[in-house]
């Protein structure tokens, strides 16, 4: 018989171990299928998760690597604080979108005019376009009590109408023959945002990734406000009690990560992406909730999670073209992370007994 | 730093020396938007792919990845395959344009062929099908078959491609019956079997008993289905699975005689930057079986038209055709050419509603 029993306090040890252990999981069960697709498991696994790292032509991966990881830390980072605290914030796709067209908009209104400050002015904007999209459903659940994952979820929705209405009218490229789609930033200097670095991926979004964690490191360890959201998360009473505003809080959760996933955007829209496009949106915004549950809602681990998932990104498609396997094999590999991940989160607050099987 | 970035270069020429050594294989890549089960645009592509596998056997080798997102993914993606030796590669989706421009930069050696996109190079060609030829033919039995009068259309984008084949099948419903009326729903999606599903729905619930599509799923055949009296069209591939009712006929994408010309090229080595614009002459656009669900007339007429535009002896867009807002487009037996088509932004005279924006 097993026996599924709860810990007096969550383990330590599970807590940091289970997303090595998921991984690891992943990498049997992904190899398992891959054997029945009929492809050699090691080889497949080797090319999800050796060549990019350390392969023939890692040289061009690796700062690719940057440049994936970076907007799914960004946006994760922001989630994350919102998360600890019970406020979920699901639509950061639609903030990614709104800051990507407040961004390159005030870019394309510059154009062609060529100045140090159009850059800036632009990051501002798609900082400001994130949190004025997050605030929507801040406000209604200050104000009304409505719940913050519908109207998130659903503005993403009419985010990315606006997004084709952009990409299609007002947005788009006079010198573009009628196709859709804006002029590309990456031909105008003061709007590009251009790797730092030639050939080392290293762009503005990728600083600012990394700067990100080590604030939200600040701000949940050493800060009143970061406690406050750690404290509403694990006990919203003593919250209560410790004098946390709440609606303070949900104003400056659902603000930042809306703000973060607005520069997320447009730091994309504006360096690797480099125009409004109907599609330009690939689901950031979601796979960034899976990352900051991988990194369990810790800087440090959101930071380990973007550049992992990253990883099964760009292996995964190197998988496709070398080993021939369908993409939707390399979508159920990443679902089984998720899915191992929660699965072994139970060791974390369970402990499992055998136990002799007694008399029912 | 300077070093980092020279050995960089340094690495990118031996990769490019890789590639240029395209060994005794000939390697082919192809980067697709959708999957290649979507039944529509991409599975037709990758019916062309195989076509080059079975044309050359072992002389070929051929890559593919499916479901590429448009942006930054599709370039890397697309220096990936070139960093794996190919030689040739066709980027599928009109959103690939900027990244086969961008890594056909890196990689001089390498011919890339863009799908319905506008921007060449030496070593980028672009290719595309007049599909606006198919709906002419589609049109014509659409008008013939309508007994309430009013033909639903399903429209992906408002971009020219789209436009151009809703005037098309307009003009050649209306010819065949005068009282015909369109009734527009734009879903924004190539392929979403939810969202075409809702629209056909929509479409039948105004009145609707034609349903023509320019989205990929199979979707509006099964609402048609289910409604019952709704005629279909097949898009892209046959979707035979339909016929003989609703699904009346098709408008095919075939790809596979010009990728294996393309292929051929390459190997001879008399590859060149081209722009290439093939209808039903050329047998790039094909019109899937008309089944006997429509009058032996209507047929017998269809075939006939297919057969005018085949011989070039009628153009689709023949004169006295106005504008939306009834200003002169083509004179009398005036035929359009092809820079207006391209660039199509606007109805013909008679249709309703306005090209959203």
Not at chain 2, 265 to 290: P, Y
Not at chain 2, 319 to 325: E, F, L, S, Y
Request: hydrophobic content about 50%; glycine content about 12%.
């Amino acid at each position: 018989m097993i026996r599924v029993e709860k810990r007096p306090q969550p383990s330590q040890f599970w807590s940091a171990a289970t997303p090595v252990v998921a991984v690891l999981a992943t990498m049997v069960a992904g190899g398992l299928l891959f054997a029945v697709l009929g492809k050699d498991p090691l080889l497949a696994i080797k090319t999800i998760f050796w060549d990019p790292l350390f392969g023939e032509f890692s040289f061009y991966y690796r700062p690719q690597l940057l440049i994936k990881g970076a907007p799914l830390i960004l946006i994760a980072i922001g989630l994350s604080l919102g998360f600890r605290a019970g406020i979920w914030n699901i639509g950061a796709e639609g903030q990614y979108i709104i800051g990507a067209l407040v961004g390159a908009g005030i870019g394309l209104a510059f154009y062609p005019l060529e100045a140090w400050y159009i850059f800036p002015l632009m990051v501002l904007g798609g900082a400001f376009g994130g949190w004025a999209w997050g605030m929507i459903p801040a406000v209604l659940k200050v104000r009304f009590g409505t719940n913050e994952i519908l109207v998130s979820l659903m503005l993403v929705y009419v985010a990315e109408q606006f997004l084709a209405s952009m990409a299609l009218g007002l947005m788009r490229n006079p010198d573009g023959m009628g196709f859709p789609g804006s002029r590309n930033l990456q031909q105008y200097g003061s709007a590009y945002n251009a790797e730092l670095i030639a050939g080392s991926g290293m762009h503005w979004g990728v600083l600012s990734a990394f700067l990100a964690v080590i604030f939200a490191y600040i701000l949940l360890n050493r800060h009143m406000l970061g406690y406050h959201i750690r404290l509403t998360g694990e006990a919203p009473r003593a919250a209560r009690f410790a004098g946390v505003n709440p609606a303070r809080l949900i104003l400056f959760c659902l603000g930042t990560s809306g703000a973060l996933a607005g520069l997320a955007g447009l730091f994309e829209v504006a360096g690797p992406a480099g125009q409004v496009t109907i599609d330009f949106n690939v689901g950031y915004g979601f796979t960034a909730i899976i990352v900051a549950f991988l990194g369990r809602l810790h800087p440090i681990g959101i930071l380990l999670a973007g550049f992992l998932m990253a990883l099964t990104y760009i292996g995964g498609e190197i998988a496709q073209s070398q080993l021939g396997l369908p993409a939707a094999a390399i979508q159920v590999f990443q679902g089984m992370l998720l899915f191992f991940l929660l699965a072994f989160d139970l060791l974390t607050n369970f402990r499992i007994r055998l136990a002799r099987g007694e008399v029912a | 730093m300077k070093l980092k970035t020279l050995l960089t270069g340094a690495a990118l020429a031996l990769g490019l020396a890789t590639a240029g050594f395209a060994e005794d294989k000939t390697k082919v890549g192809f980067v697709y938007v959708g999957p290649v089960g979507d039944g529509g645009w991409t599975f037709t592509h990758d019916q062309g792919r195989k076509a080059v596998e079975a044309e050359f056997g072992d002389k070929v080798e051929t890559v593919f990845v499916e479901n590429v997102a448009e942006g930054p993914d599709a370039e890397r993606v697309l220096t990936q395959m070139a960093l794996d030796g190919a030689d040739l590669i066709f980027t599928t989706s009109f959103g690939f344009g900027e990244a086969t421009i961008n890594v056909a930069k890196k990689f001089p050696n390498v011919k890339f062929e863009h799908a319905t996109g506008y921007q060449r190079a030496d070593n980028v060609s672009t290719y595309s099908a007049r599909f606006y030829e198919g709906r002419a033919v589609q049109g014509h039995i659409a008008g013939s078959m309508t007994e309430s009068n009013i033909i639903g259309y399903i429209a992906s984008y408002p971009i020219p491609e789209v436009i151009r084949g809703i005037n098309s099948a307009y003009i050649h419903a209306k010819k065949a019956n005068p009282d015909v009326e369109f009734r527009i729903v734009w879903v924004y999606t190539w392929f979403d079997p939810a969202k075409e599903a809702d629209a056909a729905k929509a479409l039948i619930e105004q009145g609707a008993d034609v349903i023509l599509q320019h989205t990929d799923s199979t979707a509006p055949h099964a609402a048609a289905q289910e409604a019952g009296g709704v005629v279909t069209f097949g898009q892209a591939s046959d979707m035979s699975q339909y016929a003989p009712f609703p699904r009346v006929s098709a408008l095919l994408d075939v790809w596979a005689p010009y990728y294996i010309e393309r292929t051929r090229a390459v190997m001879e080595g008399t590859w060149e930057s081209v722009d290439t614009w093939n209808g039903i002459a050329e047998g790039m656009v094909g019109i899937g079986e008309i089944t006997d669900a429509v009058p032996a007339e209507v047929k017998a007429e269809a075939l006939a038209l297919k057969e005018a535009l085949r011989t070039g002896e009628y153009h689709a867009f023949t004169g006295p055709i106005n504008k939306q807002d009834g200003s002169v487009w083509l004179a009398e037996g005036e035929t359009a050419n092809d820079g207006d088509l391209a660039g199509m932004q606007f109805y013909v005279e008679g249709i309703v509603g306005d090209i959203p924006n």
